[in-house]
């Protein structure tokens, strides 16, 4: 999940020395891993906290300042919600946050807020979590565990969180790269959430199940051409979210006829994730610059 670095020289009043750490990008779904599967991606939000005597939070992208700095903070009510689960008092804390990553873009920025509180209350209130421990308070917190959950383990995850118990594994991708795409408009998770059906046609589960099942052994097995073609092949969300994103169709186009595996939606969208062998990536950005408005951009898989 994150590198933790925290300096050495303690203040006069013998707080806790500064806490530096980052949390990656996740882009969730894959495809037919609807709420269940998620990547991380070397894109990261950065953290430095320290204690005070009153929550300040200081932004280094002029992105950010849209955000609130006040208890209101998704980082800070979430550090918040975790120490008083665990029947602590979390002390107020003076946070520096920059970010690479773009908000409601379905890059996981609001996972990684998520993951970040949780690592400021099990810092600062001495909680010592477990990866599982704060994959499962991200879960209870999102409902699901798709993004919150490489957000922690770096890699692939695959994760299903259900009546308050959490399983997940994660798998590793061998000589794969990402590719991102991002549009310089946002589609709203909620607005991305209504877009869907109430219900599903029985025969469209039973072949959504079979697609994800195979999928998934297409990636341990590293058959990464199964792998793509199944991953375009989501019944679930990708049919209903894909008339809001208009770059899909020719993002999607020129990144298969260059040579890449697979493009899907990243989360609610609008960002579209490409799959590829790093041998071709370079190739496959240069094609879609044709594509104008999006930002294109490699970025590796970000392991642990």
Request: net charge negative; glycine share 8%; with cysteine.
């Amino acid at each position: 999940m994150m590198k933790n670095r925290s300096s050495n020289t303690l203040n006069p009043s013998h707080k806790m020395p500064v806490h530096q750490f980052r949390v990656p990008a996740t882009s969730a779904n894959l495809g037919p891993g609807f709420d269940s599967m998620g990547l991380a991606l070397g894109k990261f939000l950065y953290i430095d906290a320290e204690e005070s005597n009153q929550w300040q939070i200081a932004y280094e992208n002029e992105f950010l300042k849209v955000l609130p700095s006040d208890e209101k903070n998704l980082v800070i009510k979430t550090a918040l919600w975790t120490a008083k689960k665990y029947g602590k008092v979390m002390p107020q804390l003076k946070i520096k946050m920059g970010s690479e990553i773009p908000l409601t873009h379905g890059l996981g920025s609001s996972a990684s807020a998520i993951i970040a509180g949780i690592e400021l209350a099990d810092r600062f209130c001495n909680l010592e979590l477990s990866d599982f421990d704060k994959v499962l308070c991200g879960s209870e917190l999102e409902g699901h565990p798709d993004n919150v959950g490489p957000a922690i383990t770096g890699g692939m995850f695959v994760g299903f969180y259900g009546a308050g118990r959490l399983y997940y594994h994660t798998v590793a991708f061998e000589g794969l790269t990402a590719i991102v795409s991002v549009p310089p408009y946002e589609i709203d998770t909620n607005e991305a959430r209504a877009a869907l059906p109430a219900t599903y046609d029985k025969r469209d589960a039973v072949n959504q199940n079979a697609i994800n099942n195979v999928m998934l052994l297409s990636i341990v097995n590293g058959d990464y051409q199964s792998m793509g073609e199944l991953m375009m092949r989501d019944l679930y969300h990708e049919p209903y979210r894909r008339p809001l994103i208009n770059e899909y169709d020719e993002v999607q186009k020129i990144a298969l006829r260059e040579g890449a595996y697979a493009t899907v939606i990243s989360g609610a969208g609008p960002s579209l994730l490409t799959l590829c062998d790093v041998a071709d990536a370079d190739r496959i950005i240069d094609a879609l610059a044709v594509v104008s408005g999006c930002l294109h951009e490699k970025v590796e898989i970000h392991s642990l």
